[in-house]
């Protein structure tokens, strides 16, 4: 009877210990599921937190990166402005130096010119370099259209200087004189030789008035002393315009206006030489 209540009883406490085993499990795995959760519910708030921090310190981070960007960037732009006006200095006294040199040689050119005419020298060197100084001083000057104006025959061959224009006029006095009393239609030998003779013997007139040979002759006379080249050409053609005359003087009249224009030309140079020189 005892050993029967012994098993029973040991049944019942077997019974209890799966129990208890059951429940234990049962409240272990409970344990272990809510352990499990929690720590996923704190690493998931770690996690979020971690990005909150990640978030914070890259705008942090963007903004110091854009802060030394603008700093950069301010740095370059104050360094570009000096840069600039550097090269901008440099510039001007660079063009300043040019141009300084081109008028300097410019200067020499017109002296070279005026010496060249002064011996009535042909000029085309001296006018190739002067358009070259004037390249470096004014493209859009007078000048060249003055330079590309010069007689061609003066460039190539020079043109008489003031005193062999004089000489030559002097020189010419007296065929003048000799044309001027040939009858119309030229006459013959007999009044060539007359006209000659009374151009030899014709007292010269002190009357620059009136139309005759010797008011054309004192008028022009005049107008060489005055340094008056192109009048005293165009008294000379248009006073012997229509007479046998007019033929024997016309290489004194183009030596004279090519003179005169080349005169004028270098005056012109000069000027202008000056005035950029004080510009």
Known sequence: MYAERETILDKELHKEKIKAAAALKSLQEKLEEEFRMEIEK??????????????????????????????????LQEANLNIN????????????????????KLALGALALED??????????????LKTYMDGVDKDSL????????????LENGTDTILQLNHKFDGLKGTLRHFSLLP????????????????????KEGDSSGDGIESVINRVESLLADGKLLEA????????????????????????????????????LQSYATSVSHT
């Open 143 to 154: 000048l060249g259209l003055v330079m590309a104006s010069l007689p061609e025959d003066t």
């Open 42 to 75: 704190k690493e998931s708030e770690a996690e979020m937190e971690l990005n909150k921090l990640k978030d914070l310190a890259k705008a942090e981070l963007l903004a110091a990166i854009t802060r030394e960007k603008a700093s950069q960037i301010e740095k």
């Open 184 to 203: 119309p239609g030229g006459g013959g030998i007999l009044a060539h030789s007359l006209a000659y003779i009374a151009s030899v013997l014709k007292v």
């Open 233 to 268: 050409a165009e008294t000379l053609e248009n006073g012997l315009k229509g007479s046998q005359a007019a033929e024997v003087v016309g290489d004194w009249v183009r030596q004279a206006r090519n003179r005169a224009i080349t005169e004028q030309a270098l005056t012109l």
């Open 85 to 104: 006006a550097l090269c901008m200095a440099f510039y001007a006294r660079s063009e300043e130096a040019r141009q300084s040199h081109s008028v300097h």
């Open 116 to 129: 060249a005419l002064s011996k009535g020298l042909p000029i085309q060197k001296e006018i190739e370099a």
